[in-house]
């Protein structure tokens, strides 16, 4: 097994999913469906007064963009009784090599190869793959059908768009955002949006 910490669920678990949007809906069906937890309460980021409540045990971030991630996660991190587990469908294989930090989310048919390392909270979404060698940076959202090749560098909170590849041994850094479809064959500097191909940024 891969260093995955907590990622089985107690059976009977109740799971806070931050968020209340589409993607909130789809760690929802994965907790209930795929995962074993009786109950997810969605919850609004900003709703912590009325919602939180007393609950005590996981909770998950069920939002799609890596900056709202980081905000919604630290808003609770401090509450030590919540526990970010990493939910990981029984169709997403990580390489026994690689590590998978807490807090993140791993859909359906997601791939991490070989000695890669995951931070916290990142979502991998299906059909995504992340390829050998490659540090994948805290909240990181890696959208539907996306190629992050080996030897890449994702800085923390970089969103790679649905189908863009990145390719070998590219750097892009904190913040950045690939678009939909991009092919990255240079470094993206942080904070930077590229699209197209080959990526150019988005002036
Ligand atoms: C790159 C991106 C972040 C830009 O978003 P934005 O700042 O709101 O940009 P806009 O939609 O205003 O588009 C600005 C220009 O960039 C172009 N553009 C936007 N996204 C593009 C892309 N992926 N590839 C090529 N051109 C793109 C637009 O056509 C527009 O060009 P124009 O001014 O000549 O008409 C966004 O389009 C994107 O690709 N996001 C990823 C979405 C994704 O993965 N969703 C999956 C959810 S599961």
Redesign the pocket.
């Known amino acids: 097994m891969p260093a995955t910490a907590r990622s089985a669920p107690v059976p009977g678990d109740v799971l806070l999913v931050v968020g209340d949007g589409g993607h909130a809906h789809e760690v929802q069906e994965l907790a209930r469906h795929h995962l074993g937890y009786r109950g997810v309460l969605l919850v609004s980021r900003d709703d912590e007064a009325v919602t939180l409540g007393a609950h005590v045990g996981p909770a998950a971030l069920g939002i ?1 963009y890596p900056r709202i991630r980081r905000l919604a996660h630290e808003k609770w991190a401090s509450r030590a009784e919540l526990e970010w587990p990493t939910l990981r469908h029984p169709s997403a294989e990580v390489a026994t090599t690689s590590q998978v930090g807490d807090g993140c989310v791993l859909t359906y048919g997601s791939y991490v190869s070989t000695d890669s390392v995951i931070g916290f909270g990142v979502l991998l ?1 299906w059909n995504c793959s992340v390829g050998h060698d490659t540090t994948v940076g805290d909240y990181c959202v890696i ?2 059908g996306a190629t992050v090749a080996g030897h890449v560098q994702l800085g923390p909170g970089v ?1 790679v ?2 189908g863009a590849n990145v390719l070998e041994g590219r750097t892009v850094g904190a913040g950045a ?1 690939v ?4 092919v990255v064959t240079h470094d993206v500097p942080a904070g930077t ?1 590229v ?2 191909v080959p990526a150019r940024p ?1 002036v």
Request: net charge neutral; hydrophobic share 40%; no cysteine.
């Open positions: 799609g979404n959208n539907p969103l768009g649905t955002v678009g939909a479809g991009a949006t699209v197209g988005l």
